[in-house]
């Protein structure tokens, strides 16, 4: 199974679409990476240095474009939080600048 982790500080972006559905964006990730980890895991950190404090199954994702931004076509992504997504150990890309993991294997 695929999974990324994602640095989401204080729940940015990140909405209740009906519980335990969510939805977490504007992500710059290139759509194959999208779609790699569709029915893998997402995990959400405040920092890359603590454990996840939301995450789960990836159902889907949508792409959105973003004009204002430099690279404005954005990812959505739809996921079904589960208990196994909290409490991961942030794995796979970890340079100071990092708040994407690349996709690893879950």
């Known amino acids: 199974m695929k999974a990324i982790h994602l640095k989401c500080e204080d729940r940015l972006n990140l909405t209740c679409v009906k519980m335990p559905v969510f939805e977490s964006g504007y992500w710059d990730i290139s759509e194959s990476d999208a779609a790699v980890v569709v029915g893998g895991m997402i995990y959400m950190h405040q920092t890359k240095n603590e454990l996840s ?40 890309a970890d340079h100071a600048m990092a708040w994407y993991s690349g996709v690893v294997d879950g």
């Open 53 to 92: 404090y939301m995450g789960g199954v990836v159902q889907s994702f949508r792409i959105e474009v973003r004009p204002e931004l430099a690279h404005a076509t954005r990812i959505i992504f739809v996921f079904e939080s589960t208990k196994e997504g909290r409490g991961a150990k942030w794995k796979g």
